[in-house]
């Protein structure tokens, strides 16, 4: 019953530190354009504010991971919010492209580890029984972090000034880091450590090298999916679909808010029905159906339903990705593991935009999608060969 309460309280922390690491990412892009008036940034600079967010994302996750390892969950999370809260305290006085880049890129670094602290304890505190469902919990508030992100600050900056969209992170950082400093972490019921011969060392390293390269294409093609998505679609919006600017944001809102809606329900299922991978396949096989739908239909209530699809879609692969991630990789390696495919699959963030870019002015406004569905459509076929060869290795004999 104690336990169980714990239980309880690190998941509810656990979500709103989530809340807030994507609220915090996603609430400066509705500013961009206030900066830009009040600081002069030319759009070149301001892309280059948006970039080092996904560099500092692409560095800091395999970083956070090996510092989990070394001073522990509670540890890291603690660094990782006085981090948020000096950079949100700062944020409002940078006054220089410096100082707002170092900002932009801390910021990404704080963001990739807290999202890395989070998935991994959730992981540690879950068994195979709950673990879908806890990380659909987690995936929910990913969603609602990047609603309110936007619809906060847009809002708020209309009424009040700059300042107060990130005064207001920094105090629910510094709700969070009171919360973590009184978490207790139960960790799974201690074994004796077996003692391996060096071949099996090697084999072992092996298998987890292996791992790492099939989940962490299979994550960066996501990934690099969707960020040509976030990357080109308002532009695909305004030019071939001519919608206006609240049209837009009203599709991403419906993402979000079906990413949110659908998350735990699908968790629940993943857990049901024990076959992770399979949702991972049908979450992004509805993302290819979203795709296919703004592309050959420009009925607004049709494009609408497929960014309700694709929020589905994008719960459902992640639920299932991070559980199943949780389920294969052994306790000792899973921090660094998570931590290593999430940099990884940032560069995936990070290139496609810019590959696309290429593809933009060489064909048409609908090439970065039609190259979108090339990525996913790989990205199944890896998992599926993935889940033959798991099915196959549950038939055998354990060593």
């Known amino acids: 019953m104690k336990k169980h309460l714990y239980l309880n309280r690190n998941l509810i922390c656990m979500i709103v530190i989530s809340l807030i690491a994507n ?9 961009f354009a ?10 070149f600079r301001m892309s280059i504010l948006f970039s080092l967010f996904y560099v500092g994302r692409f560095v800091g996750g395999g970083l956070a991971g090996r510092i989990y390892e070394k001073v522990g969950a509670k540890r890291l999370g603690l660094s990782l919010l006085i981090a ?6 700062l944020f409002p006085v940078a006054e220089s492209f410096i100082m707002l880049s170092i900002l932009r890129f801390l910021q990404g670094l704080v963001a990739v580890g807290l999202t890395v602290f989070v998935r991994v304890t959730i992981n540690h505190i879950s068994t195979m029984e709950n673990r879908g469902t806890l990380n ?38 510094c709700i969070s880091f009171v919360a973590v400093s009184r978490m207790t972490f139960f960790h799974s019921p201690s074994q004796p450590q077996q003692q391996h011969s060096l071949p099996q060392k090697s084999k072992r390293k092996t298998m987890l090298t292996k791992q790492l390269l099939l989940y962490s294409t299979v994550h960066f093609l996501e ?8 990357t080109y679609f308002s532009i695909y919006a ?51 159906v979203e795709i296919v739908l703004f592309l050959w239909f420009t009925e607004q209530w049709i494009v609408y339903l497929g960014m309700f699809i694709g929020g589905i879609g994008g719960a459902s692969y992640l639920d299932s990705f991070y559980s199943q991630l949780g389920d294969v990789i052994p306790e000792e390696h899973r921090s660094l593991f998570i931590g290593n495919v999430v940099s990884f ?29 090339i990525l996913v459509f790989i990205a199944i076929v890896i998992q599926y060969f993935m889940r033959l060869r798991s099915r196959a290795s549950k038939n055998r004999p354990l060593a």
């Open 345 to 373: 699959s940032e560069l995936g963030a990070i290139v496609s935009p810019i590959v696309v870019g290429a593809l933009l002015e060489r064909f048409s406004i609908n090439a970065p999608f039609y190259y979108n569905i």
């Open 84 to 89: 948020e809260i000096v950079c949100m305290l």
């Open 34 to 43: 206030i900066y830009v008036e009040q600081f002069g940034i030319s759009a």
């Open 136 to 173: 659909g919990y987690i995936s929910s508030s990913e969603g609602a972090g990047m609603i309110l992100g936007p619809l906060m600050s847009g809002m708020i900056v209309s009424y009040f000034s700059l300042a107060v969209p990130f005064y207001f992170v920094a105090l629910l950082s």
């Open 223 to 230: 990934m690099s999916a969707f960020a040509i998505f976030l």
């Open 23 to 31: 609220m915090s990412g996603s609430m400066i892009l509705p500013l």
């Open 238 to 288: 305004t030019y071939k679909l001519h919608w206006s600017p609240a049209e837009i944001s009203l599709a991403f809102t419906i993402i979000g808010i079906s990413t949110f809606v659908s998350a735990p329900w699908i968790g629940k299922i993943s857990d049901i029905l024990k076959d992770r991978l399979i949702l991972c396949m049908m979450g992004l096989l509805f993302i290819m």
